[in-house]
């Protein structure tokens, strides 16, 4: 992988500038290995940009061998304009994440062909034929190697930079590294963890279904508790490098594959906010899901797949991530040497499992605070958006935010993935008074 | 203050050397305010080495006019030799946290006139006629000021750093320019939380006595279950910039003053570390005065003291610590806007309450770990030491691993210090068997 090739051969590549289809095409030309992997006469070369994401320009490159996209950082937020500015260094810290991710989840991220980090520009190899998940799940389609793939993803990249694995020298140097990331860990303080709790400019539902249910969130005192312990707990707990925005629109699938994109929140956080991520991406997957019913009953299929992934995605996290601890347990946390023989082997295990409950249930509150932001603050999701009859919507909506609020609330009544998945049937059955 | 100003004067000044005494003498004449707060001639100053710590070379100059305290760093350990290399960067984390202490603290910490961050050096006002609070301890003096004090320096150095008071980009700076100290925090992690519970070259405690005990320690799984949850909290646990050496070796006191020395520890860890430390150090000093006592009850004025000063180290940092979030709280954690009227303001402080209480819970069981270290690990303490008997000093020490052993396991029997000082007083009336 070339890094910054270019940059002392033509100074102008070291100052930022956003790149536009002929510049771009120009760019691209002078890395050898792109243009070898796109064949051809660069002019040759198809340019679309198709960045539907919040934050940066994202250009699909097809040659007549093959393709690349790349992705440039706009020093503001995509979504709002230049009023809202935010630093180019995040696609330095998505290129660290990348590369810690491709070591430890090899196949489960695309493989970075350039950077550049003056101009703030990744250049991946293009996934094809995958499709952002989400338009999948929105589609009704399954997805029987996520699970695997996913939890594979999960255990590998959060176990390997935990305390459980490195040492503490190694882990407090991760931390310096992300540090100044912090703009982005911003957006997130800011849009999951405050905002929608309180009137804010920017949130936004579907009204009028849900103005009672907004306004009850913006005055429930007993959330914004919880909500302001899950804050504290994301910004203070270095546990591992965490993706950072782990929802269903930053993972590419296929039938058969599943790709991990977008690390560009990536920093060390909580290992419950990944996992909570993914959980309350497929509860609100599997809660739209009667709003997408062309009649009763069609997606019953689609809908059971969804419930038992959630399933699988814990189970088989927690089983990884285990059995990481027990073989490759040598960080400097829980030294093997103060649990020496059987008895020793018994107590360590109890920790262990100890360990998978505390964050068991930060996985849960997570997990519900991604949903409630969906719903009432500044970023929606298309699993809802898609919804065209806007009071189906609020139906789907409704069940989503009821389920979420017992989730961070009375996070005591969700021992297990069962219990949650079971509370979510039950949404799934629940009518708000304006259905009735 | 000057900050390494001779260096470009001088280029050798930017070379490492261990200085000696006539070395020293031509450097500091060198500084102008050092050299005026001396007053006169540099060959008049008296220069000695003083240092009885266990890492560094301590000076006291002294002057026609005054003194100073010059402080500089080996590149090793200096209790234990070349053998054990240390970072000469230690001095500037120290230089870093008396700025932060020094201004959130005035008064409570020695000023800084010169840091040669190339000589691992700082240069400091000489605290006259203080002594080391152990010294004065195992002596039996009261510090009637103490509780005050440390209870303000604890609650502004902490507060002031944490989430509760600084924006979470803030705090973040603030964790990745310590991070770089973890040569420091390895120290602690090795010789506290996990040599003294298995078998390791350097532990020694009093024979024969206490070897039953050290035995049943390096084999009590449910202890070192306990010690290993808090050596994670203690490395994954960023709540504040904490001094993270606070013994009573580390402060020097007069009948009307207290001032906190030796930061060099100090990274962004847990809180209750440093209570801890205070908390574990008067313990000591309260089970170690038997030993000291020439006749019966003799120091049982002092010892009531220590008890009353325990209870007043918590309850006063707790109260003062709870009115800087409520008056001063205006860091990105518990946002005051998600909590507004009065009910949002008796939910906050419901909030604030829980946050202590776990605190309280940290509290315990570091101050546990610091007791344990000091009996059985590398470094003890002359609280101890200084109990010429070794039995009368087993005495006390097994009464102190009582203590800190349920403190550690049983957290839960410890929801208030009224219970800690109950149970440092059973302990005191406690005979080991082999003092029956």
Redesign the interface.
């Known amino acids: 992988m070339s890094s910054q090739r270019r940059s002392s051969a033509d100074p102008r590549q070291d100052e930022y500038r956003i790149l536009h289809e002929a510049d771009l095409r120009d760019y691209l030309a002078g890395i050898p290995e792109v243009a070898v992997r796109l064949g051809g006469a660069p002019a040759s070369w198809s340019i679309s940009e198709v960045g539907d994401g919040n934050l940066n320009l994202v250009f699909i490159v097809k040659g007549g061998a093959g393709g690349v996209a790349v992705k440039q950082a706009l020093p503001y937020v995509r979504l709002v304009g230049e009023s809202w500015p935010l630093p180019l260094s995040r696609s330095h810290y998505e290129y660290l994440a990348l590369t810690h991710q491709a070591r430890l989840a090899p196949g489960l991220v695309p493989a970075v062909l350039h950077h550049n980090e003056a101009l703030a520009l990744v250049v991946m190899e293009l996934l094809e034929p995958h499709i952002i998940m989400r338009k999948g799940l929105v589609a009704g389609t399954l997805y029987p190697r996520f699970a695997g793939d996913i939890t594979t993803f999960l255990a590998r990249t959060l176990f390997f930079s935990s305390?459980l694995a490195v040492t503490?020298?190694h882990?407090?140097?991760g931390?310096?590294a992300f540090?100044?990331n912090?703009?982005l860990?911003?957006i997130t303080?800011d849009l999951i963890f405050?905002d929608p709790?309180?009137v804010a400019e920017q949130n936004h539902w579907t009204e009028p279904w849900l103005d009672a249910t907004a306004a009850a969130f913006r005055e429930d005192?007993?959330l914004?508790?919880a909500?302001?312990?899950l804050?504290?707990k994301f910004?203070?707990?270095?546990?591992a490098l965490i993706h950072g925005d782990l929802h269903t629109g930053s993972i590419m699938v296929t039938d058969s594959a599943t790709m991990v994109i977008d690390p560009e929140f990536a920093f060390y956080g909580p290992m419950g906010f990944d996992l909570g991520a993914v959980i309350a991406n497929l509860l609100m997957a599997y809660l739209a899901s009667a709003g997408h019913e062309r009649s009763p009953g069609e997606r019953r299929l689609f809908e059971a797949w969804v419930l038992e992934t959630i399933e699988d995605v814990w189970t088989e996290f927690a089983s990884e991530f285990l059995e990481l601890w027990r073989t490759e347990g040598h960080g400097?946390?829980?030294?093997r040497?103060?649990?020496p023989g059987e008895?020793?082997a018994a107590?360590?295990e109890?920790?262990r499992q100890a360990y998978m409950a505390r964050l068991f249930r930060d996985t849960v509150g997570f997990s519900a605070a991604k949903i409630i932001r969906r719903i009432l603050g500044l970023a929606h999701n298309i699993d809802f958006e898609l919804i065209e009859d806007p009071k189906r919507r609020a139906i789907s909506e409704a069940r989503s935010l009821r389920l979420a609020r017992a989730m961070m609330v009375d996070a005591a009544s969700f021992p297990t993935i069962g219990a949650v998945t079971k509370a979510a049937r039950e949404a799934r059955d629940w009518q708000p008074d304006f259905a009735k």
Chains 1, 2 share one sequence.
């Open positions: 305390d503490a020298a882990k407090k140097e931390i310096a540090a100044g912090h703009a860990c911003k303080e405050t709790y309180r005192l007993d914004h508790a909500i302001s312990r804050k504290l910004m203070a707990s270095p546990e400097d946390a829980y030294p040497t103060l649990f008895a020793g107590h360590l109890a920790e």
